[in-house]
């Protein structure tokens, strides 16, 4: 995880909300407890995914690897995907929501350890914005 002092990208953000998509069969007592948010949050990614085949990719590659790698991927896949300007404003005002959402989720005291990046994600996206 990077250094608390240092505040995560939009692709590092995107990278950490990405690790969601495996809650339901790596946690799925935490998917239990957090069903609506967790859901809500792969349905945004999904409809992001499906802007782009190389976005679904960078998503899925992105799952095993750090947020700062995963994010790396993420990026190049946007920039490749050359998404439209109206495209890119509905992905940041979702993002927001659903970040919103994950707040309460990455405090949890039951969040995996595995997600530990997650909460940084999510958590640090809101100082970022300040």
Request: net charge negative; proline share 8%.
């Amino acid at each position: 995880m990077p250094p608390t002092a240092q505040l995560p990208s939009a692709f590092e953000t995107l990278a950490g909300l990405a690790k969601f998509i495996a809650v339901a069969h790596i946690s799925p007592e935490f998917y239990q407890q957090h069903t609506h948010a967790i859901e809500f949050t792969c349905a945004f990614l999904r409809t992001a995914a499906s802007l782009s085949p190389a976005v679904e990719a960078a998503f899925r590659k992105s799952l095993p690897m750090p947020v700062n790698e995963g994010a790396t991927v993420i990026e190049a896949a946007i920039r490749e995907a050359a998404l439209s300007e109206r495209d890119v404003q509905w992905l940041d005002e979702q993002e927001t929501e659903v970040l919103q959402m994950l707040v309460p989720v990455v405090r949890a005291p039951s969040l995996p350890q595995w997600l530990a990046e997650s909460r940084w994600a999510v958590l640090g996206a809101f100082e970022s914005a300040q």
